[in-house]
């Protein structure tokens, strides 16, 4: 499972870290042709809108794998032993059941007919099934990290709350 995860924890950083650095060229050229040539691209807006778009949702199912995303943990903070781990368990099932249901099935749906219209951009001529693919591909990301948070917290030992040193288990 720590291969599997190292394996796509890389992917996934590497194909951040590509996009970003292709979106820096696109703004960079932009600039470039909009002020130096005076005659701007007409690509350039939408191509960085795209990978705008692909970095957004790679890197939100990124931060999700790192544990590095935003959250509320006003609550959850306060728990101690079996709370936490139930907390923690629930919170793991929910997100699962959310990328699965809206981020993997709502946006395989709007992929799938997407391309079944062949409605593509303005500019570039890409076919915008393949611009909103990153929504069930970052899903799909986002539910295996949490099935593999999930597969941690069942597994974890039960701890009481005196064991742990400052009562988290």
């Known amino acids: 499972m720590k291969a599997l995860r ?68 006003l609550i959850t903070a306060r728990l101690h032993g079996a709370r936490k781990r139930i907390s923690d368990g629930i919170i793991h099932a929910v997100v699962l059941l ?7 099935g709502g946006g395989g749906r709007l992929v799938w007919i997407q391309l079944s219209l062949g409605q593509q951009s303005a500019a570039l001529q890409i076919k915008l099934g ?19 948070a999930l597969i941690e917290v069942i597994r974890r030992p039960a701890l009481p709350a005196e064991a742990t040193g400052r009562g988290r288990a």
Not at 16 to 27: D, P, R, S
């Open 98 to 104: 959310f990328a699965l249901g809206a981020m993997v």
């Open 6 to 73: 190292g394996t796509v924890d890389a992917i996934l950083g590497w194909a951040i870290c590509l996009l970003t650095a292709g979106m820096v060229l696109n703004v960079l050229w932009q600039v470039f042709t909009r002020f130096v040539l005076r005659n701007p691209s007409s690509f350039t807006e939408e191509g960085a809108r795209f990978m705008m778009i692909w970095v957004g949702l790679l890197g939100a199912a990124y931060a999700s794998g790192q544990r590095a995303h935003l959250a509320l943990d």
């Open 130 to 148: 393949y611009v909103y693919l990153a929504v069930p591909l970052a899903g799909a990301f986002i539910a295996f990290y949490s099935t593999l």
